[in-house]
RNA sequence: GCGCCCGUAGCUCAGCUGGAUAGAGCGUCGGCCUCCGAAGCCGAAGGUCAGAGGUUCGAAUCCUCUCGGGCGUACCA
């Protein structure tokens, strides 16, 4: 007795092909079935999915394309995979547009994994991310750290992990001892309590400027005073200097919309530093070089790692390991990311190298992601470069943020004078470009900061796929079927998703939402779900050209009303991971 | 010097871990608003995938070398 499926459990078409083929191939070896992975055709026209069949044709000893004849004739279709056929040394598989539709448009209404999160899958991962230097104001620097890190989290979250994201706050460090030394000099409360992170940007810059063997030997005494625990004046002022900075951090956090699950920075263990050390120091590996507590990393290629500095106080790398060991026991992680720009390349290196030498395993579970520089261009000579902080010409967030917003402002009032929230629309849409530039190129890429590209909204851009989004969003508010819901009111059963064929390239673009989030989760990589909503996004704006959903008949009309109420969530799912808005209007 | 990263259209970048004729956006040129949102769509032009070897049925993708650029190279983070 044949039982039917339960109506709601849906199949993934491609899992079903990728199963069709195996059994295909269960003679073949392993090692070749594994070889021979379904593709994308390099012309749609072929198919959905291709088979290479050189590795089977080696093994068998005959030409590929009779390889390939023989796979494809021994397909029988069915209610998933319409054909197989061979064209050349390719098998081209093409899947039922009914099924792909049923798949894709009940997936995402029904917020089931992939489309929505996945049931919890036991994994832990710590995101160690965004981690600004208190005392100085956020700039374009922390940015990536921040929107990277922040999607990452989300993103593993959405895949069933548990996630912590942490905000290992730059809070504490020789570097406290130069502020403190400037604002001793030069600070003002009155100026603190006015324009806070202005103000100590200021008198960092003129440190900076006056810097000299005096100065610097204040400073370094300033952290010593700091790090001996006492109830000092140092102690207060540090105190002091960080409440402000959280305060004044809280801004940029919630226009961006990043959440963190613990905010625990390097002062958090100022007082588990001490067993750290001690427990490096047991493993024998800590030998004495110029002064200070080091591990010799020599054979490896590298400088010695500093645990303690020959003045008696610590180091980052210190911190670091400190955290490792307390995040080891108190979330006992699987995997613990670092989101932090490339030039601590060797830093991370260096981390793990201490571990693998005390002999812990948890050292290749530590991940460095790193990611390239934000550059300015120079107005000149016209050439990318670093920003330097030091030299003041160090760009705010908050300035980036409330420039676009402005841009967007001018547009709103342009394009869309009516549009009522306009404020507020205008603020979602302006930030969003600017976390959606972050996010649209691989992370390993230099960031070129360009003025007039961030303001040009057109193409592949932020407020391009929020457009999309808001298209949608009108014709379902013109159906009557979704009003402003989150989900709309489409009854599926009533839909017929064999009259979707026509929207086969919106279907199938859809279709790999769930292998990119994958990806971009493997790779710790949030640009390749950007991309994929640029295509889609592409996709629905091509496809509602030329097919009308208003105007078209009963049944069409649910069953595009179906998808697109189906692209629109979907959307919104995807850039939901990415921290992007998503507003109805714009 | 050594280590890591990058080099694809005029510019900014994709290229799904080795597959078929290398793709987008911006910019340029030319079309489309009596038609659900023109922040849109359609089309054209534009390439020695930095260069040279190698690996194999097949290389932008993997290996080696060269060139160019960036970052880092013990008491900053």
Redesign the pocket.
Known sequence: MVRARPPMSLIDPVEHLKQRVAELLHDVPDEVRE???L?????RR??DL???C??LA?LRQQP?PAAAAELAAAFTADDVVEAANA??????FRLRRGAIARYVVTGVLTRQAPFGPAAPNGKKIVIDFS?P?IAKPFHMGHLRSTVIGGALRRIHRHLGCEVHGIN?L?D?????G?IMTAFRRWGSDVELAKRPMHHLFEIYVRYGAEKNDALEAES?EA?RRLESGEDNPERRLWQKLRDVSLEAFRGPYERLGVEFDHITG?SFYEDKMEAAIEKIEATGIVTE????R?V?LEDR????C?L????G?????T?DLAAVFYRMAEFSFDRALYVV???????F?QLVAVLDKMGLPVANKIEHV?F??ILSKDANTGK???FSTRGGNAIFLEEVLDEAVAN?RR??A???PD?EDADQ??EA?GVS?IIFNDL?????????F?W??LL??????G??V???V??L???L???EVGANGEAPQIPLDRVDFEQLADAEQVLLTML?FG??VE?AA??N?P??IT?LM??L??DI????????????EPDLQMA?LAL?AAARDLLRVGLALLGVAT????
């Open positions: 070889a021979m992975r593709t994308p055709p390099k012309d072929f198919g291709a088979l290479p050189f590795p080696k590929p064209t050349g040394p390719f098998v081209n981690s230097n290992h730059g504490w460090g020789s570097q406290f130069k370094a952290f390097e070089s110029e002064g200070a080091v010799e290629g590298m400088p010695p500093i303690r500095k020959s003045d106080t610590t180091i980052y790398a911190r720009g490339s030039e601590q390349n060797l830093h290196q790193p390239g520089l990318w470069g670093k967007v547009i709103i342009e394009k869309n549009l629309v205008a849409v470009a649209k190129n691989s992370r390993i890429k230099d960031v070129k360009d007039e590209l040009n909204f057109e193409g592949e851009t407020p391009y929020q457009y999309a808001a298209r969003s009108g014709i508010r013109k159906s790999e292998p990119t990806r493997e790779l990589e640009s390749a991309s640029i295509r996004a592409g704006h091509s496809y509602l050209r030329d097919h009308n959903v208003i105007r078209a595009r697109v507003p109805d209007r714009m």
